[in-house]
């Protein structure tokens, strides 16, 4: 079962920063959070991950809250490709995967950039 | 980059074929996964290996088979279609090297359609 919790969906102005949330007031401590997005009829595709602290590389930024209990990714300029639906799944590391990290998928938030 | 490749985007079957849905990975990596998405059902793990000759069960195995001969090959196997496995078939890959964040990289999927 998906323990987060995400917007269905969300509209973001071409250029402007996106900013998607999640909750996941249930997070364990060793626990890392996870985003992922899915354009139309692709693969989902790795964005960033993080433990604890804040975390950015090129695609986007994490800032997790210091309670761990929620997060936001930033897409600091959003284009129209960047329309796809934003997942937020919170796992064990994943480089254990066959002890207990797993990517399960919720719903997630389907963001739409207009230009 | 990681590229992970799928033999086919489209395919079409009759009911009690066998098919094959092949996929290729260039980064060495040692954990293959093979996932199917429906609509409403998210992603859902079918099978996953961790090594060459070795593979693990995931949450929906039945009426699959998969092999890993090599290290950068990971087949599924449906020994006998069914409409039921009409579905977007989704591959994956990932390090299990410790320092690694363990993320997944996916292929861009098989639509297979089974009538």
């Known amino acids: 079962d998906a323990k987060t919790t995400q917007p269905p969906s969300m509209d973001c102005a071409e250029g402007r920063a996106a900013n998607l949330p999640c909750n996941h007031s249930?997070?364990?401590?060793?626990?890392?959070v996870y985003w992922y997005r899915q354009i139309h009829s692709q693969g989902p595709q790795y964005i960033i991950h993080?433990?604890?602290n804040n975390e950015t590389n090129e695609m986007a930024s994490l800032i997790i809250t210091e309670d761990r209990k929620s997060s936001t990714l930033i897409l600091p300029h959003a284009t129209l490709r960047d329309t796809a639906v934003y997942y937020c799944i919170v796992s064990l590391s994943l480089v254990i995967y066959n002890q207990g990290g797993k990517l399960i998928f919720g719903q997630g938030t389907e963001l739409s950039v207009k230009p | 980059d990681v590229k992970v490749t799928q033999s086919s985007r489209y395919l079409v079957k009759r009911t009690g074929e066998k098919v094959f849905l092949e996929c290729v990975q260039d980064m060495d990596h040692e954990n293959m996964f093979w996932y199917r998405q429906d609509p409403g059902l998210g992603l859902r793990l079918i099978y996953f290996?961790?090594?060459?000759?070795?593979?693990e069960k995931g949450d929906i195995p039945e009426g699959y088979s998969v092999s890993r001969e090599k290290k950068e090959r990971f087949s599924l196997i449906l020994e006998s279609a069914s409409t039921n496995q009409t579905s977007m078939y989704l591959c994956?890959?990932?390090?299990?090297?410790?320092?690694?964040?363990?993320?997944?990289?996916f292929g861009p999927g098989t639509r297979l359609t089974v009538t």
């Open positions: 249930t997070i364990s401590g060793n626990e890392y």
């Open positions: 993080g433990l604890k």
């Open positions: 994956a890959s990932s390090s299990s090297w410790e320092g690694s964040p363990g993320e997944q990289y």
């Open positions: 290996s961790y090594d060459v000759k070795m593979k």
